[in-house]
């Protein structure tokens, strides 16, 4: 079964809400993940930052949604780790 | 009900609003508790004005400054949020109608408006209630219009100690000086009533 294990990304937020709010908003639609947030540049009205999120299972909608839902808008998907492990369900 | 209410709160703390609904709050509240205190030192320098012809009085200025305060911070506060939406929206390059930020432009000012009217006209309401309670002061041998005075007082007094709260000023020294306020209003009512 092919999962998502770390996704990281490039986006552009608004200052609010501040790297605090806005990793807690996306870390509560993601259950069992961890989000690391870094600030790269800073403007006026708006600030770039890096979302490095991990976790056992992630969907990219689902962040995505979140990053939307708290005025963000993703540049670019900088890395993913995926992995294939072996199917849950063994033969009969 | 619960998640709406944490829905606010967050959009309220996202955008900062919560300042502005305080000093709202604060400014219209001892807006309604001043022009009531005024009312009643004016009803009280009258003299024999009958107690519904006060109550009826004072009901609709209450009534009038509450729509005062919702209709004028809702007029405001919807081009404002709406010129902080746009601005947000061109530094971003999007479209953020669908975001917290246009999530709270639409619901905010409403919030606010209401603050901003339901302050006075709640603090209004508080003061009148001995004059509505008349016929229980009675046997307690308190005069309606009196109490009414004295619950303006104290409300204004408090009034003063939650901006001393806020500012982290003694509180007592707040207090006194939203007093001396009212108790100016009331001696210039004195002063300058021709009756």
């Known amino acids: ?3 998502v294990k770390r996704i990281v990304l490039d986006v552009l937020k608004p200052h609010d809400p501040n790297g605090f709010d806005f990793t807690t908003a996306i870390a509560e639609k993601t259950p069992g993940c961890s989000v690391k947030l ?36 993703i540049h670019s998907i900088d890395e993913v780790d995926v992995e294939n492990g072996p199917d849950d369900t063994e033969p009969a | 009900m619960t998640s709406m209410i ?55 200025v209450a009534i009038a400054l509450g729509m005062s305060g919702i209709s004028s911070a809702y007029i405001s506060e919807v081009a404002e949020k709406r010129r902080e939406l746009r601005e947000l929206e061109k530094a971003m390059v999007a479209d953020l109608g669908q975001s917290a930020h246009g999530r709270a432009a639409r619901l905010l000012p409403v919030v606010i408006a209401c603050v901003n009217g339901m302050a006075p006209f709640a603090i209004s309401l508080i003061i009148l209630m001995p004059l509505f309670a008349a016929p229980l002061l009675e046997p307690l041998s308190l005069l309606p219009l009196q109490s009414a005075f004295a619950l303006a007082l104290i409300i204004i007094f408090l009034l003063g100690v939650y901006l001393g709260r806020i500012s982290h000023t003694f509180w007592l020294w707040a207090g006194l000086r939203t007093l001396l306020i009212a108790a100016t209003t009331t001696t210039l009512i004195f002063t300058l009533s021709p009756g």
């Not at chain 1, 600030?39 to 056992?56: F, N, P, Q």
């Not at chain 2, 807006?31 to 107690?51: I, K, P, Q």
Request: glycine share 10%.
């Open chain 1, 38 to 73: 870094t600030v790269t540049a800073m403007d006026a009205r708006t600030e770039t930052v890096i979302l490095v999120v991990e976790g056992k299972n992630l969907h990219l909608h689902v962040i995505s949604e979140a990053i939307g839902s708290l005025g963000g808008s």
């Open chain 1, 1 to 3: 079964m092919v999962q």
């Open chain 2, 6 to 60: 944490a829905e606010l709160i967050w959009l309220l703390t996202l955008t900062r609003s919560h300042v502005i609904a305080r000093r709202y709050f604060v400014v219209n509240g001892f807006d309604g508790a001043l022009t009531m205190l005024g009312l009643l030192v004016g009803f009280y320098v009258s003299e024999d004005v009958r107690l519904p012809v006060v109550i009826n009085a004072c009901l609709g």
